[in-house]
């Protein structure tokens, strides 16, 4: 499968702790996104890359939440102090930008974290 | 503002009739516009899109149609099947902006 990964699939943590997820983008692809989203809801805008820089980010991307993507393949995405409201799937996609042509996002499975 | 919403939560239809899913958006500066799909527990699937400057478009038992005189997206899915019971996402893009913007979505069930 050369889709998008993401990894864990489901985490599940403690007020207060810090968790990271990790995103491996179709490999040809230097566009990368995270995106959040709740239950009920269509995923919202966090940030994106193009290949290692972070060219956008979104007023939901409290200070809490960095993200990296250091050689402008995977990325990590991190929150410190997760609080019961950082519960939601995080999802991954990734693009590349074909000219004039529609740019077409890609998105992975998801990590579903819970914060108790 | 930006905002593209959805004018059903939910949709039931027939195995083999065909399924329609509305959409509205009100950012008339959206240059192309795309429909996911979502299965439980899966992260969103790329179906159809469709530029700004066409007002149809075909692909394999989907139409997506664009009314741009009234702000209206709609996906059409001949025949459905059980495998389309999924929550469909209209999202909006514009070329000077990498973010998709996703309506809250719509759940098509399918009966018997």
């Known amino acids: 499968d050369t889709g998008v990964s993401q990894d864990p699939r489901h985490k599940i943590t403690k007020r207060g702790q810090n968790v990271t997820f990790r995103c491996d983008p179709i490999?040809?692809?230097?566009?990368l996104y995270w995106y959040r989203q709740t239950l009920g809801q269509g995923p919202e805008f966090l940030t994106y890359?193009?290949?290692?820089?972070?060219?956008?980010k979104s007023r939901l991307l409290s200070d809490r939440f960095s993200a990296e993507r250091p050689k402008g393949s995977f990325s990590t995405l991190e929150i410190q102090r997760t609080e019961q409201g950082d519960s939601a799937m995080y999802l991954c996609?990734?693009?590349?930008?074909?000219?004039?042509?529609?740019?077409?996002?890609?998105f992975g499975p998801g990590t579903r974290l819970l914060v108790l | 503002g930006e905002s593209v919403g959805l004018h059903l939560p939910t949709l039931s239809v027939q195995e083999g009739d065909n399924s329609i899913i509305n959409c509205a958006y009100s950012?008339?500066?959206?240059?192309?516009f795309i429909w996911y799909k979502q299965e439980s527990g899966k992260g969103p699937q790329f179906i159809i899109d469709?530029?700004?400057?066409?007002d149809k478009r075909q692909g394999q038992r989907v139409t997506v149609l664009l009314n741009k005189t009234v702000k209206h997206l709609s996906l059409q899915i001949a025949a459905t099947q059980p495998g389309d019971s999924a929550v469909y996402f209209c999202?909006?893009?514009?070329?000077?902006?990498?973010?998709?913007?996703f309506g809250s979505g719509t759940r098509l069930s399918i009966r018997p």
């Open positions: 996609a990734s693009s590349y930008p074909p000219g004039l042509a529609i740019e077409t996002q890609y």
């Open positions: 490999s040809e692809h230097n566009r």
């Open positions: 890359f193009q290949n290692e820089a972070q060219l956008e």
């Open positions: 950012n008339s500066a959206s240059d192309y």
């Open positions: 469709i530029r700004s400057n066409m």
């Open positions: 999202a909006e893009n514009r070329s000077s902006a990498s973010k998709i913007i």
